[in-house]
């Protein structure tokens, strides 16, 4: 059983003066994924190292899944720390760490040390050669490789000192709440819950809007989608889910614009909301949506140029270039896919027109749009009145 963890970042180390920054929410995120976990743990910044010690037994397994689940966390090294900081002291722990923990030796090897602390006595070439030198003696049946090694003993020799060879991966990104907070339209698909893990990822705090359409839409995929909230919120920490009755609005369209248009303008009023439910949320900057070019009529360049219009914030897209298959397996990974293959259908896919103009002229679009002056505002207005919030996740 291992008792720490050494978590590995990477582009947080090219930050600078503001490395502090991301190292101190990094920290902060580890310690809150892991308070969910049964046991009790210390998580420590030390000289450019982020280090997790467990003060009480636990279940690794658990723990090692919490902090997959860290943006910012490259990688997950479980990790013994020496008592005995003598060379002697290291050098036989080298030989009991190998034995602990590979029953089946016939392997190569390599020692690979880190003299951090340069009061050491002894040099870290020394030390890779001595210790492998006691490792060869200990099981004649391992050689050593050091170019193309099955396994890598990693020495850190610091105020405290540490060996691991293992590296679990890592989500990588940059820590949650180091770029802001945005607003994701969030659907039953596949598409915008990875948009709103890949955003996630790059440390913003999300919130969501979801369009429902009672009667056409049931309870089961309002469901769905509160489902796929919880999912993500097991990176993103707490999601505030918005969901807005559009039935109506929809409605209005579908009978007073053409019916090749009405992707496009529905698109557009979603965007209107998403943008005034963005602008009453405290450092929200932007909308995030899972539109992929070309993928659906309503995402073609022109489409997606007239829904831009709608809205003055900006509108990030994460999947832009991705390939549904892309998606798919991305769903797949964070956990979505399963959730979102269910058959419930929300009102993106319920009031889809036969054929959906793919060149859409915002001239004419804004045109067939003032056929809804006489009721649009009230509508609007009813709609994010009766807003429905709901939060899943914790802080």
Known sequence: MFHAFLLKYAEIGLKGKNRHVFEDALVKEVARKLDKVDGEFEVSRINGRIYVEAKSEYDFDEAVEAMKHVFGVVGICPVTHVEDQSPEGVIKAAVKFIEDNYPDRNFSFKVDTRRANKNYPMLSMEMDASAGEAILNAFPETHVDVHNPEVVLHIELRADIFM????????????????GRALLLLSGGFDSPVAGYMVARRGVYLDAVYFNA??????????????????????????????????????????????????????????????????NTKDCLGLVTG???????????????????????????????????????????????????????????????????????????????????????????????????????KD
Do not use: W
């Open 214 to 279: 009672p009667p056409y839409t049931s309870e089961r995929a309002k469901q769905k989608v509160i489902n796929l909230a919880e999912v993500l919120s097991e990176y993103c920490g707490k999601i505030r889910l918005h969901i807005i009755n559009f039935t109506d609005i929809q409605m209005a369209i579908y009978q007073k614009c053409p019916h090749d248009e009405l992707t496009i303008i529905m698109r557009r009023y979603m965007m209107k909301i998403a943008q005034h439910i963005a602008e």
């Open 164 to 179: 691991y060879s293992k590296m679990i991966k890592g989500a990588g990104g940059l820590p949650l709440g180091t770029n």
């Open 291 to 393: 539109e992929s070019i070309g993928q659906v009529a309503s995402q073609t360049m022109k489409s997606l140029f007239a829904t831009d219009d709608a809205a003055d914030l900006p509108v990030y897209r994460p999947l832009i270039g991705f390939d549904k298959q892309d998606i798919i397996d991305k769903a797949e990974e964070i956990k979505t896919a399963d959730i979102s293959i269910l058959p419930y259908e929300d009102c993106c896919t319920i009031f889809v027109a036969k054929h959906p103009v793919t060149k859409p002229n915002l001239n004419v679009i804004k045109c067939s749009e003032q056929r809804l002056n006489d009721v649009i505002d009230e509508l609007m207005q009813k709609a994010i009145e009766t807003d429905e919030v709901i939060t899943v996740g």
